[in-house]
């Protein structure tokens, strides 16, 4: 029999002769060990270190009294629960109703009963084991549940990835400028002070910035020169599309991405697209995702452009805060510097081309 199938049952009485004839008593039942104490305070401190199934306890005790004691064990985060009973040698009603406020499980008189205290007993142990398997079941489900959302989780971000990726496969773009934008987003959801659940769900919001490109015609997606106006107004498009592929889902995570498709190019003074939304009226993840898109774009290498030294990158971003960027989130950005510069270190350009003569800037 393992340590877990024996019930431990505290007893507490001064009277060391009834202390001893109560544990002869309920020794008798099988598999129940027993820790008798002659003061309250020492089984208090046997039972805040230990994991007892019932305590049975005499009222009146130099020290802490029956009542006391009771009320210290439901204060307790692991005694709170615990089944408790008292022993008192009055037949004072309004004491047993005390006795039960404090949070007695049930109350025993003396001259006691043998055969009721052993049934009472039972029933308080009964009542533990009843208590100890819901708690058994309870962390099994919570488990369970925690690994069932992680499978769904991660089956979630593997479409998004390949989602978004298949977007990038029709632009010039490569497959590691989602993965370099996600952590600079996270990076600057950080340094903003927002929560770990925030920027893990922005974190994998990101790569879905661009993912409304999948309904952009070639002749303009993969133009190399210039965008006329019209087919620029075209190209702005792309946020709304994508916008529409994410959106009106339940899940947390592709409604932040759904957001982040649709305001990314939303700028702080009111003159982005597609909504010309103005300042804190754009959602943070867009005003996060419109610094880390922008540094990204402007550093990296692209059959249309050079990519340019992230000095000169640097100082774009701080010459358009507070027009182009909001100017928190770029301060954000700059806080994290050496975090940025270590991702981007860590997720090279995966087939950089050489670049044509022209640079231009597209979908800007």
């Not at 099988?30 to 805040?48: D, I, K, M, N, Y």
């Not at 490569?174 to 769900?201: C, K």
Request: net charge negative; charged share 25%; proline share 5%.
């Amino acid at each position: 029999m393992s340590h877990a199938d024996v019930a431990a049952i505290v007893l507490v009485d001064d009277d060391l002769l009834a202390l001893e004839l109560l544990r002869d008593l309920v020794s008798s039942i099988p598999a129940t060990a027993v820790h008798a104490f002659g003061r309250s305070e020492e089984a208090l401190g046997w039972c805040q270190s230990h994991q007892p199934d019932l305590v049975i306890t005499d009222h009146v005790m130099p020290g802490l009294t029956g009542l006391e004691l009771i009320r210290t064990l439901r204060e307790g985060p692991d005694t709170a629960d615990l089944p408790v009973m008292m022993i008192t040698a009055t037949d004072d009603r309004s004491l047993r109703c005390q006795a039960l406020e404090s949070g007695a499980s049930d109350v025993l008189g003396k001259p006691l009963d043998g055969t009721e205290v052993l049934a009472r007993t039972r029933n308080m142990l009964a009542i533990r084991r009843g208590q100890r398997l819901l708690a058994e079941r309870s962390t099994l489900l919570e488990t369970e549940v925690r690994r069932a959302t992680a499978e769904i989780t991660a089956r979630e971000q593997e479409t998004i990835l390949r989602l978004s990726r298949a977007a990038e496969y029709r632009d010039w773009e490569t497959g590691t400028h989602i993965v370099r934008v996600a952590w600079y987003a996270r990076i600057t959801a950080r340094e903003l002070g927002m929560s770990e659940a925030d920027q893990e769900i922005l974190f994998r919001a990101a790569p879905m910035h661009d993912v409304g490109k999948i309904g952009v015609p070639d002749y303009i997606l993969l133009k190399p020169g210039a965008l006329d106006e019209a087919e620029f107004d075209i190209m702005k498009q792309h946020t709304v599309i994508g916008h529409r592929i994410l959106g009106g889902s339940s899940s947390e995570l592709l409604r932040v991405a759904a957001e982040v498709a649709l305001t990314h190019h939303e700028r702080w003074d009111g003159t982005g697209y597609p909504q010309q939304l103005r300042g804190s009226r754009i959602p943070i993840s867009g005003r996060i995702v419109a610094v880390a898109d922008s540094y990204d774009a402007l550093t990296s290498r692209r059959p249309y452009k050079s990519g340019w030294p992230s000095e000169l990158a640097w100082q774009f971003l701080g010459a358009n805060a507070g027009t182009r960027f909001d100017p928190d989130c770029v301060s954000a950005f700059r806080r994290g510097r050496a975090d940025v510069d270590a991702a981007r270190e860590s997720f090279p350009e995966d087939h950089p081309s050489e670049p044509r003569d022209r640079v231009v800037e597209k979908a800007e």
